[in-house]
């Protein structure tokens, strides 16, 4: 899953990030106001943390970008103004979290994880499909009750394959999702197709009740067989 920072400050960006990753996330950051508009118009993200006060601008600017943008769902606001009003209006932007500066890392991971599970699973932390059980704390992944090992970014492309089930997803968002700005490192999508094919070969060992169908030219669909 992909999140947005969007922190003018360096040092804690950067120690966001790191803890972010470690849970296993791709994590993209924006330092300005401008660069985090341009980012949520350009890119998909499961969730963006996002400040308030930014260079060039506030981030409940950046908050009703994302909102006319139809992309107002899961955001947390972490800013140092712990004024009620404050609060109120990010809130009513569609803001889903507001945490005040100085929080512990470890409470910022919590309430992240809480979001995202909370949004896309209805509260629950596995993906129950056919006869496939994604459990997304754990990372693991279940056909009939038996374990099928996945490497990350096949578990990351499976897991944006299921919360989409039945829905075009497209080359170019799937390695945004899964790669993040890196993929911008690489001449064309070959990294998606091998990893697609070894995640259909395990899926096809497995014996699990959904396959991933190309749609020719355009991406891939996820479907129960």
Do not use: C
């Not at 040092?11 to 980012?39: N, P």
């Not at 395990?202 to 479907?223: D, F, M, P, S, T």
């Amino acid at each position: 899953m992909k999140i947005l920072v969007v922190e003018d400050e360096p040092g804690l960006a950067e120690v966001i990030k790191r803890s972010l990753e470690r849970e296993l996330f791709i994590v993209e950051l924006a330092a300005d106001h401008a660069t985090a508009v341009r980012k949520i118009a350009d890119f998909e993200y499961d969730l963006v943390l996002l400040d308030i006060m930014l260079p060039g601008g506030s981030g409940l600017d950046v908050l009703r970008a994302l909102k006319e943008a139809g992309k107002g769902g899961n955001v947390i606001i972490i800013s140092a103004k712990d004024s009620l009003e404050d609060k109120l209006a990010g809130l009513d932007l569609g803001a889903d979290d507001y945490l005040t500066k100085p929080f512990h890392i470890a409470e910022l991971n919590a309430r992240v994880r809480s979001v995202l599970r909370r949004k896309a699973l209805d509260g629950s932390n596995t993906i129950d499909v056919a006869n496939l059980l994604l459990d997304m704390d754990e990372r693991t992944l279940a056909v009939d009750g038996l374990p099928v090992p996945l490497n990350r970014k096949e578990f990351d492309m499976l897991a944006y394959f299921l919360m989409n089930k039945n829905r075009l997803v497209s080359r170019t968002s799937l390695a945004e999702h899964v790669w993040g700005d890196h993929v911008d490192q690489h001449d064309d999508l070959d990294l998606v197709y091998s990893q697609i094919k070894n995640l259909r070969r395990k899926l096809k060992q497995a014996k699990a009740g959904v396959e991933i169908q190309a749609v020719y030219g355009i991406g891939y669909k996820l479907v129960e067989s």
